[in-house]
Each structure stands twice: as structure tokens, then as C-alpha cells.
């Protein structure tokens, strides 16, 4: 639909608003330019078209799943993921956020600097997540549903993580960081068994993978030293991962009776905009406990 538009060219070439409409509308693939211009007034826009095919998305799952069954992330494997893949024309973008993903996941795991950063300052790997998320968040396969839920995980967006539902494990650790915080019941069974078949056990990063494990842990005492393990390394955490452990380990600490563990964690958590309805909960709770 245009409004108020004079005269318009498509890729050069002028031509009316009901024939660029048509042209538009049959494209499947490619960056087409269109300008629009109402006397003086001009406007120039380019639509990237990539509307894939069923067959060339399953190329790129091919190629993922080649990536995956090597056992090996590195820029050899990406670079190979890439060229495997890039037979599916069509899934260009499909392709292209796997790989942002990828490249993000080598970025953290790297030994010397995972957490270098660019000239702005901003978090090399979190780049990458972020242009993944933004290429992917429009495809519905398992792959590209793994990775925004992994990402939504790792950004604490618990509510955008829970409709992730075929990554179970994923779907089923943010939908009890969400009950916590919503100061209602929650899960404090493990949640272990929820993660066979989950695509995310495959593509998640180290870190990520570890907070995974944290986040299904039992809350009901029987696993509690799970979650202590990584409270010596909780420094070298960002602040949304610390913010994942502390609040585990509040819980955790709490259901075998260490009310001063519980305690110190939970008012680490206590000034935090999105624990007030927990913390609530807690305090009344850990002094039922230590009366």
C-alpha cells in the first residue's frame, strides 16, 4: 500500500504503485529498492526478501546436526556448518543466525577473554546472541526455538524463555524462576528428567549449561550440595547469573535448614525490582523455619 506517493521506481525503474505492488508481492528472494517521491519529498527503501523453502531449511538443520554429531565448535567447524548449509538459498537468514549463535557460543568459551568487548564496550559473544535472537525469532524450527530460549535464559527474560516449549528443560527452568518470583508455588522436585530430547543440551554454551543443571536442581533439600558447588565460583558470575545462583541458593539453603546461607543470599537478592514479591514469601518463610 503507498499513500501520498507521485511517482515510484523499483530497482531503477519507474513504474506505477499497482504494478510495484505486484512486482513486490511475487518476490521470494533479494534486496529490492524502491523510491518514492511526492513533489520535492523523496523516500528511498530497500526490502530484503528471504522467504525460505521447507527444502533448504532442512539443509541448514542438516549441516547443524553434521556440526553437532563432530562433537567440535570452532571456526574450521562454523566455517564448514556455513558452507554445508549455504546450498539452502532460500534459508539464507536461517543459516546466518545458527551461525551468529555460534560464533557468539566460540566467543565465550574462549580461554583467554571470554568476556572481551568491542570498541563501544558491549560483550562480543552478546552481540552475537542478540543478532542470532534477531535473525531467528521469526523461524519455527527447533533449532532456532533452542537458541532464543537459551538466550531469553540467559538475559533472565524468564516469560519469553517459557513458551519455548520444545525445549523442555529451557521452557520448564524459566517457568519456576517465574513462580519464584512471582512469590507463588513452585516446582521443588528436580526437573532433570524434563531435559531428554531437548535441543538445548546440544547448542547451549558452557556457562549456560551449567546455570541449565543449577536452575532443575531439587529444592526440596535432597540436592542442595549442587547448588553450594557453585557458590565459591559466584564472583566470576555477570549479575544475571549471580542473580540465577543466589536465588537457588536461598531456596536450596533454606529447605535443609542453613537459615544464615538462606538469609545471606536472599538479601543479596532483597533490593532487586523484580524479587519483591519473593522475598516477601522467603522472609516469612525462613522465620517459620528458624522459630
Known amino acids: 500500500m503507498t499513500s501520498d506517493v507521485e511517482s515510484i521506481t523499483v530497482n531503477g525503474r519507474e ?3 499497482s504494478e510495484a505492488a505486484g512486482f513486490l508481492a511475487s518476490v521470494k528472494v533479494g534486496v529490492q529498492t524502491v523510491a518514492v517521491s511526492n513533489g520535492p519529498l523523496e523516500r528511498t527503501f530497500e526490502f530484503d526478501f528471504c522467504l525460505a523453502e521447507e527444502e533448504d531449511l532442512c539443509l541448514v538443520d542438516q549441516a547443524l546436526e553434521k556440526l553437532i554429531s563432530s562433537r567440535e565448535l570452532s571456526l574450521n567447524a562454523i566455517d564448514t556448518f556455513i558452507m554445508r548449509a549455504g546450498r539452502g538459498v532460500t534459508a539464507r537468514r536461517y543459516r546466518e543466525g545458527v551461525a551468529a549463535y555460534l560464533y557468539g557460543v566460540l566467543a565465550r568459551e574462549a580461554v583467554e577473554d571470554p568476556g572481551r568487548v568491542d570498541a563501544s564496550g558491549a560483550t562480543i559473544y552478546e552481540q552475537r546472541y542478540n543478532s542470532a535472537v534477531s535473525l531467528l ?3 519455527d524450527r527447533p533449532a532456532a526455538e533452542a537458541i532464543c530460549g537459551l538466550v531469553a535464559l540467559h538475559y533472565n527474560q524468564f516469560e519469553l524463555a517459557v513458551r519455548k516449549t520444545n525445549s523442555h528443560r529451557v521452557s520448564d527452568v524459566a517457568a519456576r524462576f517465574r513462580s519464584l518470583l512471582a512469590g507463588g508455588a513452585f516446582v521443588t522436585t528436580s526437573l532433570a528428567d524434563r531435559s531428554h530430547g531437548s535441543f538445548d543440551r546440544a547448542l547451549s554454551d558452557s556457562v549456560t549449561e551449567d546455570l541449565l543443571d543449577l536452575g532443575a536442581t531439587a529444592l526440596d533439600g535432597t540436592q542442595s550440595s549442587m547448588v553450594t558447588q557453585l557458590l565459591p565460583s559466584l564472583g566470576e558470575l555477570r549479575p544475571q547469573d549471580q542473580f540465577k545462583v543466589r536465588l537457588m541458593a536461598a531456596e536450596a539453603l533454606l529447605a535443609v535448614g542453613d537459615i544464615d546461607g538462606a538469609s545471606r543470599h ?4 532483597r533490593h ?3 524479587t519483591g514479591a519473593w522475598y516477601a514469601g522467603f522472609r516469612t518463610r525462613l522465620q517459620e523455619v528458624g522459630r
Open 272 to 274: 532487586s525490582k523484580e
Open 15 to 17: 513504474t506505477s504503485t
Open 266 to 269: 536472599g538479601e543479596a537478592l
Open 137 to 139: 525469532s521469526t523461524f
